[in-house]
């Protein structure tokens, strides 16, 4: 049992009212954890959201050596308080902190942390359709040190931000462009961690989508740029002829967990799915024989978010008749069903806080 610190504030905020957007209000507290080399993980409280004091010469805001989670807490039809496979955040989390030289938390601390935070706020959960209280786990680290190295003191932090539907456009299909210039990430890089620099790496190329009026970038792989590997903030499935199929991890993609519900939700209802290379010269064949019927994508913060339009070069392919696919609305249902309390959960994957 994790001995937790609970401060709460003497001056709470008000509920925001109206659209929420993605990402931009934080409730009222924060879970916060030290970690200091020969002590371990100490100093475990819930305080006042408030803003941090560091030194400019932090680790961190030189070299990068952070990792971030992303999950959310749902509000049950009658009031209950629901998580979404925490242990597989938890399990994620330590992948990426063994990547950048960052202290494991032990699974349950990690658990612990969240589902503390979550229950002093969670008044917060907003109950509209399509929104939840995103969660967002990180670690810092804060050694005030210039030399190239691993950090020897960390913050673990969680803040929470009840947030609505990641893109602007909802459940509407999102335009993707498939970059064949810059790349994210490559074997034996940290493609498959969730860190800052991955992100940061994305930018330019995002920045090039949206000039062209597309909303994310679906990266190629970073030596043949010719195989689909994710779209920077979720992962993608594409439905050919029937089959569902889906860029294996390869260690340079995110292993997401809405990625691995799907699989496991479509083996279920019997439909064939793989996880396997797939060429994008394989995906303008294919919907140049008419069989490219579905393209979405999964991830905590986008759900599941179908894809209208892919552009590659100099071919814009509409997907569909550029609607929301059939099997990507079940799949939405399905999975937002589950997450909320409305469906029965056969996998055991919603947990009660
Ligand atoms: C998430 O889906 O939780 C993520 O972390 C993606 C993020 C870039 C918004």
Redesign the pocket.
């Known amino acids: 049992m994790l001995d937790i610190k609970v401060t709460k504030t003497t001056a709470p905020k008000e509920k925001p009212a109206g659209a929420l957007g993605f990402g931009k209000i934080f409730t009222d507290h924060m879970f916060v954890m030290n970690y200091t080399e020969g002590l371990g993980w100490h100093d475990a409280r819930i305080e006042p959201f408030a803003d941090i004091s560091l030194s400019p010469a932090c680790v961190v805001f030189h070299y990068g050596q952070e990792m971030f989670e992303?999950m959310k807490a749902y509000r049950g039809e009658n009031g209950e308080t629901y998580l979404f496979r925490p242990e597989r955040n938890a399990a994620r989390a330590n992948e990426s902190n063994r990547r950048l030289c960052i202290p494991e938390i032990p699974t349950d601390i990690f658990v612990e942390a969240v589902k503390a935070v979550v229950k002093v706020d969670e008044d917060w959960i907003p109950t509209e359709p399509g929104t939840s209280l995103y969660i967002r786990p990180f670690v810092i680290a804060t050694d005030a040190f210039l030399g190239v190295a691993p950090s020897k003191t960390y913050l673990f932090m969680v803040i929470l931000s009840p947030s609505g539907a990641?893109y602007s456009e909802g459940l509407a299909p999102v335009g993707i462009w498939i970059e064949d210039d810059y790349v994210r990430a490559v074997k034996g890089g940290m493609g498959y961690a969730?860190t800052g620099g991955n992100?940061a790496c994305s930018l330019a190329a995002q920045v090039k989508a949206h000039d062209a009026g597309f909303s994310q970038v679906l990266w190629l792989d970073g030596v043949e740029r010719r195989y689909i590997e994710e779209v920077?903030?979720?992962n993608i499935f594409f439905k050919i002829d029937g089959k569902v199929v889906t860029p294996m991890l390869n260690g340079s993609i995110l292993p997401g967990v809405t990625r691995n519900s799907v699989l496991q939700l479509l083996t279920s209802w019997g439909i064939p799915c793989e996880e396997r290379r797939i060429s994008v010269d394989e995906l303008l064949e294919a919907q140049a024989a008419g069989k490219l019927e579905e393209v979405f994508g999964t991830?905590?913060?986008?759900v599941i978010s179908p894809v209208g339009k892919l552009r590659y070069k100099d071919d814009v392919m509409t997907i569909g008749d550029g609607g929301i696919g059939e099997l990507s609305q079940k799949i939405y249902d399905t999975i937002t069903g589950i997450q909320t309390g409305k469906l029965d959960d056969p996998f055991g994957w919603r947990v009660m806080i």
Not at 299 to 302: D, E, I, L, R
């Open positions: 992303g990641y969730k992100y920077g903030a979720m991830g905590t913060a986008a």
